[in-house]
């Protein structure tokens, strides 16, 4: 399905006029990518993405998804929709992380490390503002945008059509990124909801990923998943001791004590201070009642704690699930 090159043949109307398809982008498993670029303006040949969805599901979430995230730093930005045909179109990326860090060694990884993990935070931070949960994130859905001035380059998160909102929706989808309750609710056949600290846990392997160059899971050893969804800790192979460290607080297998964004902002491997230093300046902050900037004060409230709505709403077996 949509194999022609010109979206004004497959689909007619207002969409095939507009866009003209460059290439497609061998993206997505239940919807088909192509760059494009507009044909009503012949001196522009800015590229854009357009995402034809097999699934009015897929297309209905992410567009909402999308909505909620208008204007907002570090995440994809949709252009246009184009609701019966199922059809987003968003802004073109350059590559994503994954392709970018596969070739590099340590020292090149981290020269890029700061700026990257700074805009993967400020996306997440967003999202959470806007109460929604990822549940797919992974190095290739973050992606390196650039404007055509070079005056705008940053990395943002993708693909949002498994998204949920937080304490609502049901987890759907399970990754070689997936967060170990996530993946033992898909084994036993149950329900989970989504939450916070599931993107926290992805979060842990994406700088795992970015610290050795290489994922945790590949998605398809038996025993590197058993080793995911058991009560024993994960082991961290990774060369910087703060890094470790702090890849390991994020990868608790136990929810209620995995590390959150809020406290991961105030670690010295994000503010990269000394302990001496992180201390004194929480200190001031505290003095003075004010907080890190990226944070709002909704956002910047612990979202887990055992009397959280979150925990009390919870089946006997989901709480047994996250409690494992």
Same mark, same amino acid.
């Given at each position: 399905?949509?194999?022609? %090159?010109?979206? @004004?043949?497959?689909?007619?109307?207002?969409i095939?006029?507009?866009?003209?398809i460059?290439r497609n982008?061998?993206?997505?498993? &239940?919807?088909? *990518?192509?760059?494009?670029? $507009?044909?009503?303006?012949? @001196?522009?040949r800015?590229?854009y993405?357009?995402?034809?969805y097999?699934?009015?599901e897929?297309?209905?979430i992410?567009s909402?998804m999308?909505?909620?995230?208008?204007?907002?730093?570090?995440?994809?930005?949709?252009?246009?929709?184009?609701?019966?045909?199922?059809?987003?179109?968003c802004?073109?990326?350059?590559?994503?992380?994954?392709?970018?860090?596969?070739h590099?060694d340590?020292?090149q990884?981290?020269k890029?490390?700061?700026?990257?993990v700074?805009?993967? *935070?400020?996306?997440? +931070?967003?999202?959470?503002?806007?109460?929604?949960?990822?549940?797919? /994130?992974?190095? @290739?859905?973050?992606?390196?945008?650039?404007n055509k001035?070079?005056?705008?380059?940053?990395w943002?998160l993708?693909?949002?059509?498994?998204?949920?909102?937080?304490?609502?929706d049901?987890?759907?989808i399970?990754?070689?990124?997936?967060?170990p309750?996530?993946i033992?609710?898909?084994?036993?056949?149950?329900?989970?909801?989504?939450?916070?600290?599931?993107?926290?846990?992805?979060?842990?392997?994406v700088?795992?990923f970015? !610290?050795?160059?290489h994922?945790y899971?590949?998605g398809?050893n038996?025993?590197?998943?058993? !080793?995911l969804i +058991?009560?024993?800790?994960?082991?961290?192979?990774?060369?910087d001791?703060?890094?470790?460290f702090?890849i $390991?607080?994020?990868?608790?297998?136990?929810?209620? +004590?995995r590390?959150?964004?809020?406290?991961?902002?105030?670690?010295?491997?994000?503010?990269?201070?000394? !302990?001496?230093?992180? @201390? %004194?300046?929480?200190?001031?902050?505290?003095?003075?009642?004010?907080? %890190?900037?990226?944070?709002?004060?909704a956002? /910047?409230?612990e979202?887990?704690?055992?009397?959280? &709505?979150?925990?009390?709403?919870? +089946?006997e077996?989901?709480?047994? /699930?996250?409690?494992?």
């Amino acid at each position: 399905m949509h194999n022609n %090159n010109n979206l @004004k043949t497959e689909f007619g109307g207002e969409i095939g006029e507009r866009y003209k398809i460059i290439r497609n982008c061998r993206y997505g498993n &239940n919807l088909n *990518v192509y760059k494009a670029h $507009k044909v009503v303006n012949n @001196k522009s040949r800015i590229p854009y993405v357009v995402k034809c969805y097999d699934t009015i599901e897929a297309f209905k979430i992410e567009s909402q998804m999308l909505k909620m995230l208008k204007d907002v730093k570090n995440i994809m930005q949709m252009i246009d929709i184009y609701p019966q045909q199922s059809i987003i179109i968003c802004e073109c990326a350059l590559y994503d992380l994954e392709t970018f860090l596969g070739h590099q060694d340590y020292g090149q990884r981290h020269k890029e490390k700061d700026e990257i993990v700074k805009d993967i *935070v400020s996306g997440l +931070s967003e999202l959470q503002k806007h109460n929604i949960v990822h549940t797919e /994130l992974s190095p @290739k859905n973050i992606m390196y945008f650039k404007n055509k001035d070079d005056c705008d380059e940053r990395w943002k998160l993708i693909d949002f059509d498994s998204a949920c909102i937080v304490d609502k929706d049901d987890v759907k989808i399970i990754t070689n990124y997936s967060a170990p309750e996530i993946i033992r609710s898909h084994e036993n056949k149950t329900e989970i909801k989504a939450n916070f600290a599931m993107d926290m846990f992805s979060f842990g392997l994406v700088l795992y990923f970015l !610290e050795t160059g290489h994922h945790y899971w590949d998605g398809e050893n038996e025993i590197m998943k058993e !080793e995911l969804i +058991s009560t024993k800790h994960l082991i961290i192979d990774v060369q910087d001791p703060t890094a470790c460290f702090i890849i $390991k607080e994020l990868l608790s297998k136990t929810i209620l +004590s995995r590390m959150s964004l809020q406290k991961f902002v105030q670690s010295t491997y994000y503010t990269g201070e000394t !302990e001496t230093e992180n @201390k %004194n300046i929480h200190r001031i902050h505290n003095t003075n009642q004010t907080h %890190n900037v990226i944070f709002d004060k909704a956002v /910047l409230e612990e979202p887990m704690n055992l009397d959280s &709505n979150y925990i009390s709403g919870m +089946s006997e077996e989901e709480y047994r /699930l996250y409690n494992i």
